[in-house]
């Protein structure tokens, strides 16, 4: 499991035609197969718990504080797919910038998936998801692939029901899971589920 302090450019822009991805050959042993590299971005209002997931996902921890921004750009984290590839993913996280909207695009521009969060606690956060995924789909990259998570499951009085996004998910072909970083509740699965369609989307290319 790897954590490090982020590096601009960790997953390199635009390796083998796909914005985000970048893929090393291990040439020789037929046993190693190639590592992909993918760029994955967390996006969502603020105070949602994107960088608890992030946390929760690539360090196995929980933060019960808020904090505005985090020391690195970004954290790793290995997943193994089933046809028994690795894919190192790059989680990052916008640091506080998701505040000012027009700069996130400076995050996303490059990303091969996106996780976007709300607060199941929040409606307003959940009315956002929408300008969210608007946003990736008018400026991203074409082949971006996106997971919703309705985070903060954990908690039993929730303010929106998940059945409405399900929904709204379904019919825009995006995954949604509903998460907890609190408890890890589904955390690795939206993770390993997002990265599944990322290396299926590298695939279909023919391998660039
Ligand atoms: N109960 C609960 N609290 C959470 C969860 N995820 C995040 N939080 C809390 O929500 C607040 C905001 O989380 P943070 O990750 O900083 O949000 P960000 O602004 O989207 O990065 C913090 O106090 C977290 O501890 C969760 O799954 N359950
Ligand atoms: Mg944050």
Redesign the pocket.
């Known amino acids: 499991m790897g954590c490090a302090n982020g590096k601009p450019g960790g997953a390199a822009p635009g390796g083998q035609g796909i914005p985000g991805l970048n893929v090393q050959d291990h040439n020789g042993s037929p046993a190693q197969r190639s590592t992909i590299e993918a760029k994955i971005v ?1 996006l ?13 996902f690539c360090q196995g921890r ?7 921004t ?1 020391g690195a750009a970004f954290l790793q984290q290995i997943v193994r797919l089933r046809d028994g590839s690795q894919l190192k993913l790059h989680v990052w ?2 640091g ?1 910038q ?1 505040r000012f909207r027009a700069m996130t695009h400076l995050y996303y521009r490059d990303a091969a998936g996106a996780v976007i ?1 709300y ?1 199941c606690t929040d409606p307003h956060s959940q009315e956002s998801v929408k300008y969210w995924v608007h946003e990736l789909r008018t400026k991203g990259p074409p082949d971006v692939r996106m997971a919703v998570a309705a ?5 039993e009085t929730k303010a929106v029901d998940p059945q409405d996004m399900k929904a709204y998910c379904d019919e825009n072909n995006l995954l949604f899971v509903e ?5 890890g ?1 589904n955390v690795g699965l939206i993770f390993e589920s997002l990265a599944t369609r990322v290396a299926a989307a590298h695939q279909n290319r023919g391998q660039g």
Request: aromatic share 6%.
């Open positions: 967390l969502g209002d603020s105070g949602v718990g994107k960088s608890s997931l992030a946390l929760r929980f933060n019960p504080f808020h904090e505005v985090i996280d916008t506080g998701e969060v607060d985070n903060k499951s954990d908690v998460t907890s970083a609190k408890t509740e």
